[in-house]
């Protein structure tokens, strides 16, 4: 299977002349699992939502596989995103979300999953938040993109459920690249293998988890 290479460079944003980021560099390859930890406010959602196009930037420059997406259309097919919100409409069943979202011969192994089996016979709208947000994250890992960014996505997931999400995370790594904003940092750093901070609009590059507590983001003792 070929290795893909995503980068998104020179990114600058401003709300309200306050600059949010000043020229952010990022690169993410198959097999890459990058957690993207930061303060809140750091601009951890604005940087993915550019990256997948539904957010303008300033400046930005985002290349796959050597070639310039000048255009959100260009990266439908080659990045996926999982937003802070629920993305599968209400009105569905959770057999109707699946079976438009995974191609059919996936999903008699998409339901064979554990959790999926016990949430088959529900309305989307019946499932809990961690149901919910288990089912989303294993539909957009499903699908063929080549990048997945992954916002907040242990928001209301218990233990069993977290441990659930970063197996997943971490089968679906093997042919994606996978980058996962979240503050649960225990499970970003358990499950990523590079770490990225933000941090003042800027992105830095850690070479190990030590530098969250030298950088400001965690304090002593809490690694
Ligand atoms: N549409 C907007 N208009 C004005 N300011 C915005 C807008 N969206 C975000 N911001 C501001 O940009 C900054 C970064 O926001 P962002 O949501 O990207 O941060 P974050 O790191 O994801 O935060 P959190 O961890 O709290 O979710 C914040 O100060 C926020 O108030």
Do not use: W
């Not at 951890?44 to 596989?65: C, E, H, N, W």
């Not at 209301?156 to 089968?171: A, D, I, R, T, Y």
């Amino acid at each position: 299977m070929k290795n893909h290479l995503l980068e998104i460079d020179s990114v600058q944003k401003t709300f309200d002349n306050k600059n949010i980021l000043s020229d952010v560099y990022l690169k993410c390859e198959t097999k890459d699992i990058i957690g993207l930890l930061g303060r809140n406010g750091s601009g951890k959602s604005t940087l993915l939502k550019i990256i997948f196009g539904i957010t303008y930037a300033d400046f930005k420059f985002v290349r796959i596989d050597g070639n310039v997406k000048a255009k959100t259309k260009d990266l439908l097919d080659e990045i996926s995103y999982l937003s802070q919100d629920n993305s599968i409409p209400n009105v569905f069943s959770v057999k109707k979300a699946i079976q438009l979202s995974v191609p059919k011969e996936r999903i008699l192994e998409f339901c064979a999953d554990e959790i999926i089996v016990t949430m088959l016979e529900k309305k989307v709208s019946h499932l809990s938040g961690g149901e919910l947000r288990y089912l989303e994250i294993k539909i957009i890992l499903n699908n063929s993109s080549k990048f997945v960014l992954l916002d907040e996505p242990y928001n209301g997931l218990s233990p069993l459920m977290v441990e659930k999400v970063n197996e997943l995370v971490f089968e679906n790594s093997k042919t994606k690249g996978i980058i996962i904003s979240d503050h649960n940092y225990e499970n970003v750093i358990k499950v990523s293998n590079k770490l990225v901070l933000l941090k003042e609009g800027k992105a830095h590059h850690l070479l190990c988890k030590e530098e969250l507590v030298d950088k400001g983001y965690l304090k002593e003792g809490m690694l």
